[in-house]
């Protein structure tokens, strides 16, 4: 805590973003217009009907358009670096991220599991970890739900919901331009926005995005080293050079469009078409990872130091190999490429008392990369690469009544379907076999699998208003789910088929099929009592559900007799309890929020690799979280402009039960790896910290808006965030551990007050501060877990971002 008081003093001499704007409670648009200053309203749809933030018993953190622009809230990892409690983790391969929020959060190993934390953007469930790949601007509002939400948001919701709303046509013609360069990085982006009316009843808005960083956030300083080789079909040893990858990374480049269509023939239908495309590329998959803590100091790889620093040590594929390679560069550079677009249609017709809306939406990815998969290249590395392709087409419809009587209903139905579809080629050991296919000559193993997914979902909730101040809710989602997924390794030099199981193995195990069926029902209750105006009391009992599913990049190990318990794993679950208070006050200037609340989670999906029979496998363990959050806003009339903002969280969560949890690399007997499974030793992780899961976080900040005369404003803001120490491992690693931390995001705008035009200077994460919000073991760093004598492995991290400071340019006509 003591951090936390640093962080207070330093904002009185820090200057920064915007805060999030927090909905009023019982002011109409004409008082809130009549009396200037005050809190300012915010419409949220976490209900999937338009409320006022401190009218719903639900825990939400909701962000205004203004804000979003203000603070550069762009892409799901600025949202969570500003947000306690939510922490997104950038990872290389798998799944492509570990979003974790109250603790929660799923393993970042496995493209097959879908995130716990779900994102939704214009009300359709996006599952996928690359989400975190697409470029979010030009956002009509951002809200973050907190806890279960199974009711209304489709799908695989146990820890909660980040839900993106973009941006309408405009009632009346106008253009927007932006244009930015960040220093650190030396990134240059320019934005623009063109919305209005075709015709009375038709608007159209058109946003595009294109940005490219000359520099990186990271510094890569391999140096170049001999790669041993052995032809195993002619015996022959050769080497060959591994060029370092690129000094500097990401080095991003990114182009993103949305074109937004909005009907309204009449004052009853509306019908909205949103078509959206992002290409994204970087020049490296795991740029961010670093070797922040290593048991002597060094690499056991490459005896680079380690360090809680932005610097990575990664080399190319040799460009003798990646000649060769599938979606391999010619000279073995490392990158990773994302392309996707969507298209969602939605329909509102309102009868008398009933809104019937439907959402219909396909979208379509596809993320290749080239990845130094030791992630510190050393002469012992081993490289890969991967191509894989998503789909889905789902369409949801629902009915809302508001009858003038005390019961209501909301009733709707989900379809999806999807299909997942994954290559990789791996490069291992140094080995080679001239008799393959020019395609295979280089590799270790390959690995070929698809997921085609199904899903049938009804729901429906009742709400009775009993008396005019009390409302009770209940509910009910019931899912039904298939998939079928296949997986091989199509070949596998003949030096390795002692690890890997060739496609044809005589054992008829070289191909593993599933076909899974999971069924469902999560029931939600609610009761509210708005004994008088500006305060909200409500309690809450939640469930939620998150499909079982297959590892599309696992491994089928020659050393394991369980391939198809390998790559499959169980739903995920969760129930519990949350109560809370919303409350304005002080004539609509001092907001105050409390909430209270405790979560079980059975089956919560853990991944690892199995090193003693060199498979990927997903456990599942039981965990609780239970905590407290306390946010407020003050925004006093007789300081119009000035608005001071902040909350406090306590959260704990821990393994209620993981009796044969994974030892982490190196772990003795004496350090707990002492459980014996067969011939291998596990631990016993009851009562013991999840991944990310720091027990105290908050935030402090305030924002000032002033007038100068002559038509001009200026604006101050600062926002600190406060982390408490936690595991960055999900496994019990103490070498893993994240100190506490704060970071201060300061920034300074000017221009006339009817923003004609702006210019901004907004820097993020002044202090500087590295940290993780992940961690694996070192690849092929540590020695065997369960012996007599500690032997850890390096750690690994996801490191965030570095300070960044952005000067930004805005017009508006």
């Known amino acids: 805590m003591r951090t936390l008081k640093l962080a207070v003093s330093a904002l009185a001499l820090s200057v920064g973003i915007a805060p999030p704007a927090f909905a009023q409670a019982d002011a109409t648009p004409e008082e809130t217009a009549a009396t200037p200053g005050g809190l300012t309203d915010i419409v949220v749809t976490a209900r999937k009907r338009e409320e006022s933030v401190q009218d719903i018993p639900v825990a939400v953190t909701a962000i205004s358009a203004e804000t979003v622009q203000r603070q550069d809230l762009t892409s799901i990892e600025k949202i969570a670096a500003r947000t306690p409690n939510l922490n997104v983790g950038r990872a290389s391969n798998g799944s492509g991220a570990q979003l974790t929020m109250r603790g929660i959060g799923s393993s970042s190993t496995s493209i097959g599991i879908e995130q716990s934390v779900a994102v939704v953007v214009d009300g359709v469930y996006y599952g996928q970890g690359r989400i975190i790949n697409e470029g979010f601007f030009d956002l009509a509002r951002v809200e973050i739900l907190k806890g279960p939400q199974a009711l209304f948001f489709g799908k695989n919701a146990t820890a909660g919901v980040i839900s993106l709303t973009t941006a309408d046509p405009t009632q009346t013609f106008e253009i927007k331009g932006r244009a930015a360069y960040e220093f650190n990085a030396q990134q240059a982006q320019i934005e623009a926005v063109a919305s209005g009316p075709l015709s009375d009843t038709l608007g159209i808005r058109l946003a595009v995005r294109a940005s490219k960083m000359f520099e990186g956030y990271y510094r890569n300083v391999a140096a170049p080293f001999n790669y041993a080789t052995l032809d195993v079909a002619t015996g022959v040893a050769g080497s060959v050079v591994a060029q370092p990858s690129s000094e500097d990374e990401p080095k991003e480049k990114e182009l993103l469009g949305r074109l937004t269509l909005k009907w309204e023939p009449t004052d009853q239908l509306t019908a909205t078409l949103k078509a959206s495309g992002t290409y994204n590329k970087a020049n490296n998959n795991s740029w961010n990872y670093v070797a922040f803590n290593c048991p002597t100091g060094v690499s056991q790889l490459n005896g680079y130091a380690c360090g809680r620093d932005f610097i990575t040590h990664q080399n190319k594929i040799p460009a003798e190999f990646a000649a060769q390679v599938p979606f391999a560069k010619e000279d073995g550079s490392l990158y990773n490429r994302y392309k996707s677009w969507a298209v969602t249609g939605t329909v509102a017709y309102e009868l008398e008392d009933v809104t019937l809306t439907s959402v219909t939406n396909y979208n379509w990815n ?238 919560l999906q853990v991944d690892f690799f199995n090193s003693p029979i060199f498979a990927f496998q997903t456990l599942t363990a039981d965990a609780r979280t239970k905590g407290v959050e306390l946010e407020f806003e003050y925004a006093p009339r007789n300081l119009e402009g000035l608005n001071l903002h902040g909350s406090i969280n306590y959260n704990k969560a821990r393994y209620t039960d993981f009796p044969d949890a994974p030892c982490y690399a190196g772990q003795s007997q004496a350090e707990g790896c002492n459980v014996a499974v067969g011939a291998a030793f596990r631990q016993d992780l009851e009562g013991q910290p999840l991944s990310v899961a720091p027990e105290w976080t908050g935030t402090l900040g305030f924002a000032y808006d002033m007038t100068m005369g002559s038509g001009m404003m200026v604006g101050f803001n600062a926002d600190a965030r406060y982390s408490d120490s936690y595991l960055a491992s999900g496994f019990g690693a103490l070498d893993s551990r994240q100190s506490s931390y704060v970071t201060i995001d300061a920034g300074v705008r000017v221009g006339p007050e009817n923003e004609s035009w702006q210019v901004a200077l907004i820097g993020k994460n002044l202090t500087n501060r590295f940290y993780v919000t992940g961690a694996v073991d070192g690849p092929s760093t540590g020695g065997a877990s369960g012996g007599l004598t500690p032997a850890h492995a390096d750690q690994l991290g996801f490191g965030t971002l570095p300070r960044t400071v952005q000067i930004q340019f805005s017009t508006k006509f």
Request: with cysteine; hydrophobic share 35%; charged share 20%.
């Open 366 to 603: 596809n993320n290749r990369w080239a990845c130094a998969c030791d992630f510190q290249s050393s002469p012992a590395s081993n490289w890969a690469t991967e191509n894989s392709t998503y789909h889905a087409f789902s369409s949801e419809f629902r009915a809302l009544t508001t009858f003038d009587s005390p019961v209501n209903l909301m009733i709707g139905g989900l379809y999806q379907k999807t299909k997942r579809t994954f290559d990789q080629y791996i490069l291992l050991a140094g080995l080679t076999n001239s008799a393959a296919s020019p395609e295979n000559e280089f590799l270790a193993t390959r690995k070929t699998s698809f997921t085609d997914g199904e899903t049938v979902a009804a729901f429906g909730q009742v709400t009775w208003k009993v008396i005019p101040t009390v409302e009770i809710a209940g509910g009910v989602r019931y899912t039904h789910e298939t998939k079928d997924s296949f997986f091989t390794q199509p070949y596998n030099n003949p030096g390795l088929t002692t690890i890997f199981r060739p496609q044809d193995d005589p054992d008829g195990l070289g191909v593993v099929t599933a076909k899974q069926t999971f069924n469902d029902w999560s029931p939600e209750a609610t009761i509210t009592w708005k004994p008088t105006s500006g305060l909200l009391v409500y309690g809450a009992y939640k469930t939620a559900y998150k499909s079982g599913g297959f590892s599309n990049g696992g491994i089928n190990s020659k050393l394991s007799t369980t391939p198809f318990a390998d790559l499959t794993f169980d739903p995920e679950k969760a129930r519990g309890f949350e109560v809370g208070i919303k409350s304005t006050l002080l004539d609509n200037q001092l907001r105050l929020n409390l909430g209270l609340y405790t979560y079980g989670y059975s089956n």
